[in-house]
């Protein structure tokens, strides 16, 4: 498998990014770490003319901390975010992704931004991060806007971002007392291996114990990283008990649309989401218990 002849322009700032995108339309590509993009190149699966690098584009890096709230830049790897200490200390529900992606040769090149633009229903960080209410910032020529992770992604590899955006940076918002987030997923080995099913969930409890808020995100068994309203719904007003995890365990199952491939039957994924549903859950009471 080879890559076809591309031509490569090597964008310092995100004007020059975005217009080498608004030039050429569908026929042009941003290019983080590749690591998705490469691979869809070689297999044909996508067919473009020109790549953009956005690697030396400066906005586009580093974490920090503002008003409490997590930034992460779009370059930012997932060995990078793994190891911020802002991150270990405050947002450490995301090692649950970061630690379970590919393989370390992966993580230092793959990117966040990547790992959300590219819109992959399997993909590790979007689910957590939307249980985290998590948004991202979209830039173009025409201006900024902010999305809602949760409102982001339309279909497997399709998004709201138009083609003359540029995802710069993600927010994750401060974690309020009592809250706790956990991400569970299933793979057929531990190293390398893409999701077969996964859930990420985050509850928010009052000092008495009852859920404030709660919510359940599917990974790998629907078309996108899919918030079910309905199954954290089910927990708010209610004591945070194995009881009342179970029912909305089963109303995630019921909302989940596996598909049946290589790694798994749907009926299996399926049979997995009730079982990772409370696995997230159980351990986010008890990460939410902790910061009471
Ligand atoms: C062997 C292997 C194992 C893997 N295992 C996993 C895994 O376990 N879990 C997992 O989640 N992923 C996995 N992946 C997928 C991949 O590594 C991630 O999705 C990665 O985070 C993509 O980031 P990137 O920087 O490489 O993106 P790229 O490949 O550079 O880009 C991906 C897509 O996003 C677009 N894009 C990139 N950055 C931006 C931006 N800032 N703004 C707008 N659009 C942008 C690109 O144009 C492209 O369409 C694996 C990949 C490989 C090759």
Redesign the pocket.
């Known amino acids: 498998m080879y890559i076809p002849d591309i031509e490569l322009h090597d964008a310092a700032t995100l004007e020059e990014a975005g217009a080498v995108l608004a030039r050429y339309g569908p026929n042009a590509?941003?290019?983080?770490?590749?690591?998705?993009?490469?691979?869809?190149l070689k297999t044909g699966r996508?067919r473009v003319d020109h790549l953009v690098s956005?690697k030396r584009i400066d906005a586009?890096h580093g974490i920090s901390k503002e008003n409490g709230d997590l930034h992460v830049g779009?370059?930012t790897?997932?060995t990078q975010l793994g190891g911020s200490p802002i991150v270990r200390e405050r947002f450490s529900p995301l090692l649950d992704?970061t630690s379970?992606?590919?393989?370390p040769q992966?993580?230092n090149?793959?990117?966040?931004?990547?790992?959300i633009?590219?819109a992959?229903p399997?993909?590790?960080?979007p689910p957590i991060l939307t249980a985290m209410n998590a948004a991202v910032t979209?830039w173009s020529a025409d201006g900024v806007r902010d999305v809602p992770l949760a409102e982001f992604f339309v279909g497997p590899r399709e998004t709201v971002?138009q083609e003359t955006?540029?995802?710069?940076t993600v927010h994750v918002p401060q974690p309020p007392p009592g809250f706790g987030a956990a991400y569970a997923r299933f793979?057929l080995r531990d190293g390398?291996?893409?999701?077969v099913a996964a859930i990420a969930a985050s509850l928010l409890l009052k000092s008495d114990g009852t859920v404030r808020d709660a919510r359940i995100v599917l990974g790998a068994v629907a078309p996108i990283p899919k918030l079910i309203a309905a199954a954290g719904s089910k927990l708010i007003g209610q004591p945070a008990s194995a009881d009342a995890f179970r029912a909305a365990a089963e109303v995630a199952g019921s909302a989940a649309e596996p598909i049946s491939d290589i790694r798994g039957s749907a009926d299996f994924r399926r049979e997995l989401v009730g079982t990772l549903t409370l696995r997230a859950l159980t351990t986010a009471c008890r990460r939410a218990k902790e910061v009471q």
Not at 122 to 125: E, K, P, Q, R, W
Not at 165 to 168: A, C, K, P, Q, S
């Open positions: 590509r941003l290019l983080a770490g590749g690591t998705d993009l490469l691979v869809d996508i956005i586009l779009a370059l790897t997932i992704a379970k992606m590919a393989a992966i993580r090149v793959a990117t966040v931004g990547g790992n633009a590219s992959v399997c993909a590790d960080l979209l971002r955006e540029i995802l710069t793979g390398n291996t893409i999701a």
